[in-house]
Structure formats: structure tokens, C-alpha cells
């Protein structure tokens, strides 16, 4: 399969362990995976890296995950990418549906459950 | 009991002792003790022993010698009627009681119950040693005016009764003295039936004079009215056959044929044994009450006219003025100190309407001697009227203790008490049962910068925070209705610095004896700066949780992706890896659970209600909990079909909860049960175990914060907060969970929630 009809995973986390494992979990998956530890520059990323999916964390520095989101959905080149919220904080689900994202992971989540949730939209 | 007045009782030398009295007379005893047309009557002990009492209260009763005999034996009736409840109230308390038209029934000699109207005032009075000994008991019979006002009874036929019931003996004789008519009562007052015109009236029986001596015939009333037309009549004796005396007034009458030539008489027989065995009596009695009045630690006087002269006087009366000459002398006279102190104007009103007066505690100032200083002095007392012959008031009694030690020995334990709470480092304040503020404390006045007079008319208001005010004066209104306690964190403003400072409020009713609210107590202590570290530490709580999460993500992730690295490997290492793994989502939980009572106790732990498959979710959580399952088995009995309102997740956590708690404390049993059915509308779970169950006494704490049952600490593990958050779900969903246990045979909890939740449709 070539590079062009590879999905692209974007995740953001300011942790690198979590970063890595993530690659790790989805090595045996034909996806091109980009990873990021700051997201207040989300349009630009999106633009220039184009991904399929946006896995985003919600406690990250400076502007905080809910608030890139956000800043994505009202843009309109970048609303349409579906977002997948994933985070330690027990509020995942109520944020959620707040700023509609197309589904989330509770940390620590099952590794099975988060290859779904990405087949989900990538695998189709 | 007072020696002295134990030898009274005996009674023996009484006329000796009367004599012995120089302040006070036999008449004014007479008047002070019969002559009142009152009640009078002085009972002792707690079972209410007839010390003395007067001929009124014969009469009311309707029986005699009685003195030594209890309230309870001389008048069983009562029991019931709640007189002798307010005879223990008095005895106990000291308290005077004052009655008005007490309705009482009492089985006199007709043997049928009747209602009596009585005014009485009892009042207690003390020994030597200040102890209550007993109660004098004044009271008016006032039966005639209640029923004839309230009509029940005509006055024709009470009239009747009244002649009906008079016992007169007759007899007639001729001109020579033979006995010629005589009626039963007659024969009942000779003991003998004398032939008619057989026996002259002097050979029936002997008459006595009141020596006792042979009276001659010739000398007897009826001689005189026959022989000379004398009407004369004077108190005799007669000895029937059995030998005992009567004593009786005879009111012979000549009978005149028509030329006006006396030919025979009638007599009239008044049998006045028992009076004079009653006043023989009386005299014993009046010698008892001299005995009172001299040896009894109560004052006595009477007060006689519109001016108030002291008439007798008591040498406890007495000690009050000290060496003062008091007999004789007008009240404003010989205690001039007594002017503008209240005391004339109660004693004017109980002379001019009757009305008795009973005070406790008053405070008057009183010089024990003449031209000395007034000292304050406590009393109890009462001032009773006094009647002449025409029933109109001429006195006043009054009778009362001196109680000035006690009460100040009182306002000094008060005073301390004061000054305890001046230097309480706490608000303190005070209010009356209504609510009106009485005292505030300095620590009070120092915090809020208020003034007294600031304090005493907004109080606490002024200084409770914006948010909490409407609250907080609401449960306020609550306590004062209910009685019940109060007991809350509130901000209150200090003035120094403008801040609002956690404290814990607490007030508190004091109530007396009846449970009546007499005051109220608030305190505030300040708890700010604990407050403070509480929220920081709950702030920290929960940045700790979620950071503990992070890289408990990442080495649950690793483990599974070993796992499924071991595929073709040794099933040994695939245990390990799988133990780890379940280690891991245990530290997940517990972490989650932290975080939860955090939650709670911010107020933020939410529920997403939905309609769910309350069958499904159960068997979720018995499948959530297999992974822990030790030998046990879990056995579900029941069926819901019908979908429940709301959160899946929150529920499912405290299924889990109960079932996990059930697995861990019965370590050695086979089964746990779960049983799951509808009543009224309502879902009940219940979840039980045959293990090492839970001693009563922490039955209610399981439900705490951090509560875990000592006993089991080192046998088991867990955080003892699973419980807490699993009631404050099912409080949540407006259900209720409880437990029932027994050491050594398990326990059940129990879980009830609504169907659909009360307030959607």
C-alpha cells in the first residue's frame, strides 16, 4: 500500500510514554502515525500533516485540548475530521458530547478498545 | 422530722404545750386553723402521710382519723385524677401550685363517686437541712358556686337532702315526766326501747353533767321546761346501757293544753358526740399545727385589716426583722423599707379580691434590724385570705422560706459560668426560647465589631455570608419549632479584616425538665484555616489521581501488548501477564474511587440518568467482578424486565461494590447471593454473604468516609470508601441502601431505587 492511501492517526499528548506506547499499539496497523505534545497550533498541524483522525488528550499545557477541539470545529477546512477525546479525567464523557466528538477513551484504557474506535473510522 | 414536732404527733400533753405559747394564742390558732371557713390540711413525706388537717377538710372527704395514713389510703379515688402527680411536682420541684376550680371525685360515705370543685395553693415547705419535708395545702371549697353556676343541680332537692340527712332525736312525756312518744332516732341515741307510759324520762337512762358527775334529775333541761316553763338548754352527757357516753344537747319545749297549763314537753335530742370528739381532736391538731408554726422552718404571720397590722407572728417570721417590735404595728410601720418594693400593692389586691398570691424567688430588701441597711433577700412565699365569721376577708396569712443563700449561691455559679464564656476564644451568644438575643460573648463583640446594641437587635445576622444567610436563618426558624439542634460550616464576616472565615456554627436548645425550650446556645468556632488545607488537599487529591493515571495507561498498555506477544508461549507466562494486568486495573479503581469521594465531597459526583436494561446491567457486574471471584460462585435469583431510569455506570459500580465487598469478607464460603425484585414501583437489590459479618455497633458507620471495621484491617484490604460512594449514588437515584448483618453469619445489604425517577413523567 503507498504512503498516499495510508490513513493518518494524529495524536496529541504532552506525554512522550503515552506517545510512544500509542505507536506501539497501532505498529501491526498500516497507519501513518503523527504525534504531538502541544496543540494551540491545531489548524496549522492539521493542514500541513492532513490527518483521517484526531486523537486528542484534554489535560495538555497552555490552551488545553477541549479548547483546540473546539478551535478545529469552528474551522471550517478541519470540522469535518472526526476527533476521539482520550484522558484520565473522569469528565471525558459529559466533555464529550459538549464539544461532539466522535467518541472517547477512559485512561488507562484497553488497548483492543482503542484499535476499534480507529478502525472504526479508518477501516471502512 | 424535727424532734419536737415528732413528740407532738404523739399528741398526749397537747393542752400543756398550747399553753406553753405565748406569741401566738389559742384563739388566733383557732382562727388561723378552723375558723378560715378553708381547707387546711399538712401532709409529709413522698408518700404524703396526714400530718394535720381541719374539720373542713373532714368534710370535704367525708372521713376522720386520719392523721398518719397516706394521701393514697385515705383517698384512693385520686389515683388517676392527677392531684397526686401535683403533689410530687410540688414536692419535688418546690414549685407552689395554685389550682382554680379543680374538678376532683371523691367517694364519701354515699359510696358514690362525687365531683368536687376545689381552689387550692400547696406549697411545699423545708426542714432544718433545707430538704422538702412537706406541703401545706390551703384550699376552698367552692363545689356550691360552680354547680349552681353551671345549673346542674336544683336547690330544691338539695335542700331536701340536706333536711333528710339531719339525725334528731324526739321524745314527749305527760305532765308527771312519764315517756309517752319517741322516734327510731331516739331509740338509736339511748341504745334502749323504754316501755310508753311506763318510765319517767330521768329513769331511761343516767344523765352526766360534763364533769361526768350523776346529773339530778331535777337539775335536766327537760325537768325545768316541764315543772317551771324554762326554756333552757345546755350541753349533757347520757350513759346508755352498754355503759358509753353521748354527749348531747337536749332543746326541750313545754307543751300547754288550752287553759295554757303545761302538760307535758317535747325534746329535742342533739347528739353532739362526734363534734366534741372532733374538737378534742382539733385541739391535738392546733397543738401540732402551734408546733408548726413555732418549730417549722417557714415563716407565718397574720396581717389583719386594710392596714395590714401584724396580728401573730412566728419566730421564723421573726428573723426576718431581727429585734424589731413587729405585734401590734401596722406593716408600713414597723417595716418602712418595704415601700415602693411591690409588697402593698399584691397585698391590696389579695385583700380586696380574694385571690391568693404564691411568688417564688422574690427579691426584696429587707433590714434585719431597725434603721439598718435593706439587704437583698430571696423568699418564697404566699399571701392567703383570711375570713371573719360573715365570710368577708379581715387578714392576710402569709407563709413562705427564705431562700437568699440558695439563690445566690446560684447567680454565683452563674456569674462563673458568665465568665467562662467572656473568655472563650468562640462566639458565643444566648437567646431566649423565642429567639430575642440576650447575651453576646466579648469574643463575639471583638470579631464582628458590632456594638451591643448593634448585636442585640440584628445579632448574628449582620455578619453571616450573602450566600448562606437565607439558609441558614431558615433552619434557624426550623430548631425553634422542632427544638432540634443546628449544626453547619457557615462564613461569617470578621471585622478587622473583611474576611469570611469558615466555622462551625452550633446551636443547641436548653430545655428544663417539662422539655420545654428555656434558652438557646450558639457557638461558632473557626475552622478556616483547616477548611483551607482541606481544599487543598482535596485539590491535590485530585491532580495526584489523574497523574497517577497517566503512566498507569501506558504500563497497562505495554502489558496487553505483551500478552499478545505471548501467543505459542508457556500458559505460566501468560498468567503473569494476566495478574499484572488485573493488578493494574485494580490500582485503576482504587484511584477512581479517591476521586470519586472527592467528588462527593465537593458536591460534584453527577449521575447521567437514562432508561436501561437494569437485568443486563446486573449480569455486567457479576461478569466486572468473575475476574476477582476467589472459589465463590455468584447466584442470581430474580428478574426485572422492566427498563429503570438511571445512571447504567454508577449502578453497575455499586453492584460491583456490594458483590466485591461480599466476596471479601466471607474469604471461606462457597456462594454469594444476589437477588434482585419489583415492589411498589421500586427496584430492590439485595446482595448477601454467609461470612464473618458486622457487629451492631458499626452497622451505621460502614456507610463513612474511610470507615473500616478495625477487626478486619489487617485480614483485608481496601480503602473502606467504596460503601460511601456507592450510598451517595444510591442516595443520588433517591433510593435507599442498608444492611443487615450478624457476626458470624453474614451480612445482607439491600438496595432500593425508583422505577422511573420522581420528578420526570
Redo the contacts between chains.
Keep these: 500500500m503507498s504512503q498516499s492511501q495510508q490513513k493518518c492517526v494524529l495524536i496529541y499528548d504532552d ?1 512522550v ?2 506517545l ?3 505507536k ?2 497501532l505498529a501491526g496497523k498500516n497507519y501513518r502515525i503523527e504525534t504531538l505534545l502541544y496543540c494551540e497550533n491545531i489548524i496549522d498541524d492539521i493542514q500541513k500533516i492532513r490527518p483521517d483522525i484526531v486523537v486528542m488528550d484534554l ?1 495538555i499545557p497552555k490552551i488545553g485540548g477541549e479548547n483546540a477541539i473546539k478551535l478545529m470545529m469552528e474551522n471550517d477546512s478541519t470540522k469535518n475530521i472526526p476527533v476521539i477525546l482520550f484522558s ?3 469528565e471525558i ?2 466533555i464529550s458530547e459538549r464539544i461532539h466528538a466522535n467518541g472517547y477513551l477512559k ?6 478498545d ?1 484499535k476499534k474506535v480507529l478502525s472504526k473510522y479508518l477501516d471502512s | 422530722m424535727d424532734p419536737k414536732s415528732q413528740d407532738f404527733t404523739h399528741g398526749g400533753n397537747s393542752s400543756n404545750e398550747l399553753n406553753k405559747l405565748p406569741i401566738i394564742g389559742r384563739k388566733m390558732l383557732y382562727k388561723i386553723f378552723m375558723e378560715i371557713p378553708a381547707i387546711l390540711c399538712v401532709v409529709t413525706g413522698p408518700e404524703f402521710n396526714l400530718l394535720l388537717s381541719n374539720e373542713p377538710f373532714y368534710r370535704l372527704i367525708g372521713k376522720k382519723d386520719l392523721n398518719g395514713k397516706t394521701m393514697n389510703d385515705i383517698l384512693p379515688e385520686l389515683e388517676g385524677q392527677g392531684f397526686l402527680k401535683l403533689l410530687t411536682k410540688v414536692y419535688e420541684s418546690g414549685v407552689p401550685f395554685t389550682g382554680k376550680e379543680f374538678p376532683v371525685k371523691l367517694i364519701r360515705e354515699s359510696g358514690i363517686k362525687e365531683t368536687v370543685y376545689l381552689n387550692f395553693n400547696c406549697q411545699a415547705f423545708l426542714d432544718h437541712e433545707e430538704k422538702l419535708t412537706g406541703i401545706l395545702i390551703f384550699a376552698y371549697d367552692v363545689t356550691e358556686q360552680v354547680v349552681s353556676r353551671i345549673k346542674v343541680e336544683n336547690a330544691e332537692s338539695s335542700y331536701k337532702k340536706l333536711v333528710e340527712g339531719l339525725p334528731s332525736a324526739l321524745f314527749t312525756c305527760n305532765a308527771d315526766g312519764f315517756i309517752d312518744l319517741y322516734n327510731d332516732a331516739a331509740v338509736s341515741l339511748w341504745g334502749t326501747t323504754p316501755e310508753p307510759g311506763k318510765v319517767e324520762f330521768w329513769n331511761v337512762l343516767k344523765m352526766l353533767n360534763l364533769k361526768g358527775e350523776p346529773l339530778p334529775f331535777k337539775e335536766s333541761p327537760m325537768y325545768i321546761a316541764l315543772k317551771e316553763g324554762r326554756v333552757g338548754n345546755g350541753e349533757i352527757m347520757i350513759e346508755r346501757p352498754d355503759g358509753t357516753r353521748r354527749n348531747v344537747i337536749p332543746y326541750p319545749q313545754p307543751l300547754l293544753d288550752v287553759k295554757g297549763k303545761i302538760n307535758g314537753a317535747v325534746n329535742v335530742l342533739v347528739d353532739i358526740t362526734e363534734q366534741v370528739k372532733a374538737r378534742k381532736q382539733l385541739e391535738q391538731a392546733l397543738a401540732m399545727l402551734a408546733n408548726l408554726y413555732v418549730n417549722a422552718p417557714a415563716f407565718i404571720c397574720t396581717l389583719k385589716g386594710p392596714e395590714f397590722q401584724f396580728d401573730s407572728i412566728n419566730p421564723e417570721y421573726q428573723k426576718l426583722h431581727g429585734k424589731r417590735k413587729l405585734e401590734g404595728r401596722k406593716l408600713i410601720e414597723a417595716v418602712p423599707e418595704l415601700k415602693g418594693q411591690g409588697v402593698f400593692e399584691l397585698l391590696n389586691n389579695v385583700y380586696n379580691t380574694g385571690e391568693p398570691f404564691v411568688v417564688t424567688e422574690k427579691l426584696l430588701f429587707l433590714g434585719r434590724d431597725e434603721g439598718k441597711e435593706p439587704e437583698p433577700t430571696y423568699l418564697n412565699f404566699s399571701y392567703q385570705p383570711m375570713y371573719d365569721k360573715e365570710h368577708e376577708i379581715d387578714g392576710i396569712l402569709v407563709f413562705g422560706y427564705e431562700v437568699t443563700e440558695q439563690v445566690l449561691q446560684r447567680k454565683k455559679g452563674e456569674e462563673n459560668l458568665k465568665t467562662i464564656l467572656e473568655s472563650l476564644p468562640q462566639i458565643t451568644s444566648t437567646s431566649s426560647a423565642d429567639g430575642t438575643n440576650i447575651y453576646f460573648n466579648k469574643f463575639f463583640f471583638n470579631y464582628s465589631g458590632l456594638s451591643r446594641e448593634e448585636a442585640s437587635s440584628t445579632g448574628w445576622n449582620s455578619i453571616l455570608h450573602p450566600d448562606e444567610i437565607r439558609d441558614v436563618l431558615a433552619e434557624w426558624e426550623n430548631c425553634k419549632t422542632t427544638g432540634s439542634d443546628f449544626y453547619k460550616e457557615i462564613r461569617l464576616k470578621r471585622e478587622s479584616d473583611g474576611m469570611y472565615r469558615w466555622h462551625i456554627a452550633h446551636l443547641t436548645a436548653v430545655k428544663n425538665s417539662s422539655r420545654e425550650i428555656v434558652q438557646w446556645v450558639a457557638t461558632a468556632t473557626d475552622i478556616h484555616e483547616q477548611k483551607t488545607k482541606e481544599q487543598k488537599k482535596d485539590e491535590f487529591l485530585s491532580i495526584a489521581s489523574h497523574e497517577l493515571k497517566t503512566p498507569l495507561t501506558t504500563v497497562k498498555a505495554y502489558l496487553q501488548l505483551l500478552e499478545l506477544s505471548l501467543e505459542g508461549h508457556s500458559d505460566e507466562l501468560k498468567l503473569y501477564t494476566k495478574k499484572a494486568i488485573q493488578s493494574v486495573d485494580r490500582l485503576k479503581d482504587l484511584i477512581s474511587e479517591l476521586l470519586d469521594v472527592n467528588k462527593i465531597k465537593l458536591g460534584l459526583l453527577n449521575i447521567n440518568i437514562s432508561s436501561f436494561n437494569f437485568n443486563e446491567m446486573l449480569d455486567n457486574a457479576i461478569d466486572g467482578v468473575k475476574t476477582n471471584l476467589m472459589n465463590h460462585k455468584i447466584i442470581k435469583t430474580g428478574l426485572i424486565k422492566e427498563t429503570v431510569e438511571g445512571d447504567k455506570e454508577r449502578l453497575e459500580q455499586v453492584i460491583i461494590n456490594l458483590l466485591s465487598n461480599a466476596i471479601k469478607y466471607s474469604p471461606d464460603e462457597e456462594f454469594v447471593f444476589l437477588d434482585v425484585s419489583l415492589d411498589d414501583g421500586f427496584v430492590k437489590v439485595s446482595v448477601t454473604d454467609t461470612g464473618i459479618g458486622i457487629a451492631k455497633t458499626n452497622l451505621d458507620k460502614i456507610f463513612d468516609r474511610y470507615f473500616r471495621v478495625a477487626d478486619h484491617d489487617i485480614q483485608f484490604q481496601g480503602l473502606g470508601i467504596g460503601l460511601y460512594i456507592s450510598m451517595n449514588i444510591i442516595q443520588q437515584h433517591k433510593g435507599t441502601l442498608w444492611a443487615e448483618s450478624k457476626i458470624n453469619k453474614g451480612s445482607t445489604f439491600y438496595i432500593t431505587i425508583p422505577l422511573k425517577r420522581p420528578d420526570s413523567n
Excluded: G, L, Q, R
Design positions: 506525554d510514554e503515552i510512544t506506547v500509542c506501539a499499539i489535560w484520565a479525567n473522569d464523557e459529559k485512561k488507562p484504557f484497553d488497548i483492543i482503542f
